[in-house]
């Protein structure tokens, strides 16, 4: 069994996808105490570490396989003060700290969008270097000084130390069978030693595929028996064209998006059943208005993001069809994240909803990570330990 390190563990998302695709978790490092709560609920209380990874030992965990985490993503998100390297909440550091010390065959970091904007390209191609080089370490207080250095010995090709093949790239996991339109930067790191070859996953699903469903052959509707909304009257004629121009009399050959119906379809009125699950209850309050309107009911979710009710877009709320909004229940929220309904997320709704927000969709951190874990399961790959 291989055996996998979680940093910035939050609520576990990432952690549930790498254990569905057959890792064994050893630890994970958290600070957040309401997330430590859910994770000590969900997983042995004593592999959770609730501390500041600045103050963690790391060397307590010589022989891990995997390295996995979200450090905090503040530092490069849209909506935040998008400070960068200059935050002080960048984990980046420790992260390769982490590898530099336990040299595990992989790696597998989560980020948002926002660090692949302009303003940092310089920054994040220092990041990927440094995951690439971690044993290279900083001589000067200044950064850009050791990205020189690392691009030097990029360049030149005659590195022969500690040395990860590391790709990235953005994905949205609606397009992987997730109900939520959600584009995170996934970086993952393979020790060259090791000889794999890996690739991401092929995308499953596609926003093609369920506008054909719903204005062509209008197998949506038919499934879950209602009519389409006024909104989607409006457009079928000219989407019905569009499908057609493009696609012929073929339907598009993967999966539909998964909508925010589709995920709760089975689920009763939270306003009209009571004591239907522990976290499945109606908090009242829900408004709409410019810039605030939540997540249609028909597509699937915005990204569910970290905060309190005045989340800007309203990506906590259902926007359904006759133009009501009320709140998502934690359960609701859940599936929006793809995680099992029988993993409670602890807290208040607020709390929960913020642990939510941060973390990844378990189906997504599956999909990335099972063709690796399997490769990393080979008999080959099974005999060779840490780097030395």
């Given at each position: 069994m291989l055996n996998s390190l979680e940093l910035f563990s939050g609520a576990g998302g990432l952690a549930k996808g790498i254990e569905n695709a057959g890792a064994n978790h050893t630890a994970f490092v958290e600070w957040n105490s309401d997330a430590c709560k859910t994770l000590r609920h969900n997983y042995s209380p004593e592999i959770v570490y609730e501390t500041d990874v600045r103050d963690f030992d790391f060397q307590q965990f010589s022989g891990i396989d995997i390295i996995a985490g979200g450090?905090?993503?503040?530092?490069?998100?849209?909506?935040?003060?998008?400070?960068?390297?200059?935050?002080?909440?960048?984990?980046?550091?420790?992260?390769?700290?982490?590898?530099?010390?336990?040299?595990p065959k992989a790696f597998i970091f989560e980020n948002v969008k926002g660090l692949l904007r302009k303003s940092f390209a310089d920054y994040f191609n220092y990041i990927i270097l440094q995951l690439t080089y971690p044993e290279v370490k900083k001589k000067t207080e200044d950064w850009k000084d050791h990205l020189s250095e690392l691009e030097k010995i990029h360049t030149k090709g005659?590195?022969?130390?500690?040395?990860?093949?590391?790709?990235?790239?953005?994905?949205?996991?609606?397009?992987?069978?997730?109900?939520?339109k959600r584009e995170r930067v996934i970086i993952v790191g393979i020790r060259n030693d090791l000889n794999i070859s890996w690739s991401f996953p092929n995308e499953t699903h596609s926003e093609d595929t369920l506008l054909w469903m719903k204005y062509v052959t209008q197998e949506y509707w038919d499934k879950h028996n209602i009519q389409p909304s006024e909104a989607d009257l409006l457009v079928r004629e000219a989407e019905k064209r569009r499908l057609s121009e493009k696609y012929g009399f073929f339907p598009p050959t993967l999966k539909p998006w998964l909508t925010v119906r589709d995920a709760i379809m089975d689920l009763p009125n939270p306003q009209k059943v009571k004591n239907y699950h522990p976290e499945h209850y109606y908090r009242g309050g829900a408004k709409s208005y410019a810039g605030h309107t939540g997540s249609?009911?028909?597509?699937?979710?915005?990204?569910?993001?970290?905060?309190?009710?005045?989340?800007?877009?309203?990506?906590?709320?259902?926007?359904f069809s006759n133009g009501s909004v009320r709140y998502f229940t934690i359960l609701e929220a859940k599936r929006m994240q793809t995680f099992p309904d029988e993993y409670p997320i602890l807290g208040s709704w607020t709390e929960a909803m913020r642990q939510l927000g941060n973390a990844v969709p378990v189906r997504l951190g599956y999909t990335v990570s099972k063709d690796l874990i399997h490769m990393l399961k080979s008999p080959k790959n099974a005999r060779t330990g840490t780097h030395s």
């Open positions: 450090p905090p993503c503040q530092p490069f998100s849209v909506g935040g003060k998008a400070k960068g390297f200059d935050d002080e909440r960048d984990m980046f550091p420790y992260a390769i700290s982490a590898i530099r010390q336990l040299t005659s590195y022969h130390s500690l040395q990860y093949n590391v790709v990235f790239r953005l994905v949205n996991a609606a397009n992987y069978g997730v109900p939520q249609e009911i028909d597509q699937p979710s915005k990204a569910l993001k970290a905060g309190d009710h005045g989340v800007p877009g309203g990506e906590n709320m259902i926007r």
